[in-house]
């Protein structure tokens, strides 16, 4: 929902497609969720569950095909959003769908998707849909870790293991500016409160945990926003060094 406000703050006006945008993203998710349950089960699934999966279906096939008809680059992404559920359906028969990648890749369709919602009227350039939803992939998948560091799944270290590589890439491709200078602070901050500070963050109850997710996502949308004009030209710097 965030990647989908961000594009919305975005777009030069409001477009009667980006609230059908964000309905598409979030029942084509839980469509894949139900999917996977559904295959993995040796018992048929419970009727609530069996209702919600065939309204999903429904749901994300009729706003596919109006979508199709009135957002032209979703013709380009919807193979890219198939892989995705491809992987993320065999990762989940492989009983790995808490694993890092299956996260990431959900986090990375979530973004994509709801980037679809920036100037949908209109025929954006796929280069800086390309390099936004990995900014914002690459952001939105630090969660992931620190989730599983919380839940002692994961040494807290590998934060920094995820963290580090993911600020020197972004400054080696796009370049230093005033964007990437706070987006690296921003994703070093959030590592740090859990790196240094591991016994304080444990011990939060989950409310609070949540309210520090949310006061950096509220910190991240404001400098991706304020700085959308060098955001949206990274594309040609980075497919350069490309």
Same mark, same amino acid.
């Given at each position: ?12 006006? $409001? ?21 996977? +349950? ?12 069996? $209702? ?10 009729? %706003? ?13 992404? %919807? ?13 989940? %028969? ?5 694993? !890092?990648?299956? +996260? ?6 979530? *973004? ?25 992939? *690459? ?7 620190? !989730? ?8 807290? +270290? ?13 400054? $080696? ?40 997710? %949310?006061? $950096? ?26």
């Amino acid at each position: 929902m965030i990647s989908w406000l961000i594009a919305v703050l975005l777009s030069d006006s $409001f477009h009667w497609l980006q609230p059908l945008i964000l309905l598409f993203s979030l029942s084509a998710l839980n469509l894949a969720e139900l999917s996977v +349950e559904a295959i993995g089960r040796k018992t048929r699934l419970p009727d609530r569950k069996r $209702f919600w999966l065939i309204s999903y279906l429904l749901i994300t096939v009729f %706003l596919s095909v109006v979508l199709l008809s009135h957002l032209a680059s979703l013709v380009y992404l %919807l193979p890219v959003f198939l892989i995705f559920g491809i992987i993320f359906i065999w990762l989940s %028969l492989k009983k790995k769908q808490k694993s !890092v990648l299956a +996260e990431w890749i959900t986090f990375a369709f979530l *973004a994509l998707a709801g980037l679809l919602a920036l100037n949908p009227g209109a025929m954006p350039e796929m280069g800086v849909l390309v390099v936004m939803s990995l900014l914002m992939a *690459a952001y939105f998948g630090q969660s992931i870790f620190l !989730v599983k560091s919380r839940l002692n799944k994961i040494d807290p +270290e590998f934060i920094l293991v995820y963290s580090l590589p993911v600020v020197i890439l972004t400054l $080696f491709l796009v370049g230093l500016d005033w964007f990437t200078c706070l987006f690296s602070f921003l994703l070093l901050a959030k590592a740090l409160q859990a790196v240094v500070f591991t016994s304080w963050y444990n011990k939060l109850k989950i409310k609070w945990v949540g309210m520090l997710e %949310l006061g $950096f996502h509220i910190i991240f949308v404001i400098i991706l926003v304020g700085f959308s004009n060098l955001v949206l030209s990274y594309h040609t710097k980075f497919f350069e060094v490309v």
